[in-house]
């Protein structure tokens, strides 16, 4: 069964270093996501992706983040200069559509640590 | 915001009993969903509803749409130990011609054997 699958699993870096967290979506999916889960909270929506453009952001989502679709399979999550607060689960998701049964499937995530 | 507010926030069960969580919101939602999330691992879908009042299974996994809109509930029957891990109800929203989903808390739940 297709799956979404994200590298790495784990990241650590210092504060202030860039990140890029990577996903490959659904191969026929057109819809892509990131969601973040800080440690023993709930998940959290950051971004909608379709299109090669961002479809919807949340007010998580500032200008330190950015997302790209660089080539026909990965979707990357940017966070240009990390801050400790940044340490949490991304979760990327995908779907194949937009609307009823266009469910959002989701990857294993990768965990960010700053220190 | 929306929020979504599920209870219990953790549930210990003994093995064979039966599970009802639920999830309530102040916003109407148009589809909830029901996830699963194990330690180190994504939400797994387990559920969606699409329509007010619809009651849907999956197993011994029943959900309930509220007529209202504004809530939904999962039970689990006859739990067994890997059913343990956190529930997550999601209200799918729609806003500016996408979907996100909103999460709700999480309720914890441990099934001693």
């Known amino acids: 069964e297709p799956e979404v699958t994200q590298t790495p699993s784990h990241q650590v870096t210092q504060m202030g270093q860039e990140v890029i967290l990577r996903c490959v979506p659904i191969s026929n999916h057109l819809y892509f996501y990131w969601y973040r889960q800080i440690l023993g909270q709930k998940v959290e929506f950051l971004v909608s992706?379709?299109?090669?453009?961002?479809?919807?952001k949340s007010e998580i989502f500032d200008d330190q983040f950015s997302v790209e679709r660089p080539d026909g399979s990965n979707f990357t999550l940017k966070i240009r200069s990390t801050k400790l607060e940044d340490s949490a689960m991304y979760f990327c998701?995908?779907?194949?559509?937009?609307?009823?049964?266009?469910?959002?499937?989701f990857g294993p995530g990768t965990r960010l640590t700053v220190t | 915001g929306q929020q979504l507010n599920q209870s219990p926030q953790s549930m210990f069960i003994q093995e064979g009993e039966d599970v009802s969580m639920n999830c309530t919101s102040s916003?109407?939602?148009?589809?909830w969903l029901w996830y699963k999330q194990e330690p180190g691992e994504g939400p797994v879908l387990l559920i969606a509803?699409?329509?007010?009042?619809e009651l849907t299974s999956n197993g011994r996994l029943t959900a309930q749409f509220g007529i209202t809109r504004k809530d939904s509930f999962l039970n689990i029957s006859a739990s067994i130990p890997s059913d343990v891990g956190i529930y997550f109800c999601a209200g799918r929203s729609h806003t500016s011609g996408t979907y996100k989903y909103i999460f709700g808390t999480g309720t914890r739940l441990k099934v001693l054997a």
């Open positions: 509803l699409y329509k007010a009042g």
């Open positions: 916003s109407i939602f148009n589809t």
């Open positions: 998701a995908s779907s194949k559509g937009s609307g009823t049964n266009y469910e959002q499937y």
């Open positions: 992706f379709y299109n090669n453009e961002i479809s919807e």
